[in-house]
């Protein structure tokens, strides 16, 4: 798919449906995927601050005017160092492998140090996903190592892998 028009934007009500559904649906988020929670927790986070918290959020990704999925963000992560994010990301089945998710991750990545004086930004993966592995990569970050045991997810604990991009680091347009 040659440049999609992807942005990212902040939740309308409209968008509460999707949350929703990554909440209740089996494996729709992926394999983050931990199991049922709370059905009307997304209605409630949207009426409380539209899912932008000064501490961690959630954006829509659009695709030529459709809500393609989210990506979110949070302060601090597995290491102390201050001013520090970390970035995830869940695209409806229908728009993964089309060159929207490293897009999206690269738009969330420039809005958030534009925003913030953070130093770095870090992403966890699975060593499995190797499509987010490859996306990561492609926005600029440098895998920095794997997390044992980083996880309970699927009847066992499971590694993690850790990836991050410094302020300092190339990153990739999304126009590209
Ligand atoms: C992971 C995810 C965000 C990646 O986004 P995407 O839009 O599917 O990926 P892109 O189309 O931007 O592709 C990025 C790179 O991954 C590669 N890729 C995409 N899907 C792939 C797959 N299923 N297997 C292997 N490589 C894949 C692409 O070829 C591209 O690499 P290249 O340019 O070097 O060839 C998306 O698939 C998704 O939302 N998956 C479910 C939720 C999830 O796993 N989130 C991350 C949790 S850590």
Request: charged fraction near 25%.
């Amino acid at each position: 798919m040659p440049d999609p028009a992807v942005r990212l934007r902040p939740l309308t009500q409209e968008d509460v449906a999707m949350m929703r559904r990554f909440v209740v649906e089996p494996g729709l988020i992926g394999l983050d995927w931990r199991g049922f929670s709370d059905p009307e927790a997304p209605a409630r986070r949207f009426a409380e601050d539209g899912y932008v918290g000064p501490q961690d959020g959630r954006l829509i990704v659009e695709v030529t005017g459709e809500a393609a999925g989210f990506v979110s963000y949070r302060a601090g992560s597995v290491s102390d160092v201050p001013q520090h994010w970390t970035i995830g990301i869940a695209l409806l089945p229908e728009w993964r492998g089309r060159g929207v998710g490293w897009r999206a991750q690269s738009l969330l990545c420039e809005y958030l140090f534009t925003h913030s004086p953070a130093w770095k930004i870090e992403a966890g993966t699975h060593p499995e996903n190797i499509a987010e592995q490859r996306a990561l990569e492609k926005v600029g970050f440098t895998r920095e190592a794997t997390v044992r045991a980083a996880e309970f997810r699927d009847g066992q604990w499971r590694d993690g892998v850790l990836y991050g991009l410094l302020r300092t680091d190339p990153l990739r347009s999304s126009h590209e």
